[in-house]
Nanobody, 122 residues
Framework: QFQLVESGGGLVRSGGSLRLSCSASGLTLDYDGVGAIGWFRQAPGKEREGLSCIDLGDDSTRYADSVKGRFTISRDNTKNTVYLQMRGLAPEDTAVYYC????????????WGQGTQVTVSS
């Protein structure tokens, strides 16, 4: 069974950094039909926001304007894990952060982790 598990969230002061991990189990990201991994977040009362994604075929990356220059997505194939390095965190970054997997040929993300809470204090 394919599962994604996020970790690395927590409480950090404004200006601080965190690194989130998205670990996949049940398949190998490189070989089992997953085209991309994305990071999203959802703050209370707001819609889920796409932050960044990495194409597992060519390692190309994309970022939302809200995080460009502050967040970096990367992957470690040996650990079957995708990371989101977050720097310069601000209170408005407070949210539950999720990773999702997009299968090749599918129009939307079908697999989601349970989320990890990030809280940034001022």
């Amino acid at each position: 069974q394919f599962q994604l598990v996020e970790s690395g969230g927590g409480l950090v002061r404004s200006g601080g950094s965190l690194r989130l991990s998205c670990s996949a189990s049940g398949l190998t990201l490189d070989y089992d039909g997953v085209g991309a991994i994305g990071w999203f977040r959802q703050a209370p009362g707001k819609e889920r926001e796409g932050l960044s994604c990495i194409d597992l075929g060519d390692d190309s990356t994309r970022y939302a304007d809200s995080v460009k220059g502050r967040f970096t997505i990367s992957r470690d194939n040996t650990k079957n894990t995708v990371y989101l390095q977050m720097r310069g965190l601000a209170p408005e970054d407070t949210a539950v952060y999720y990773c999702g997997a997009l299968e090749i040929g599918r129009p939307q993300y079908d697999y989601w982790g349970q989320g990890t809470q990030v809280t940034v204090s001022s």
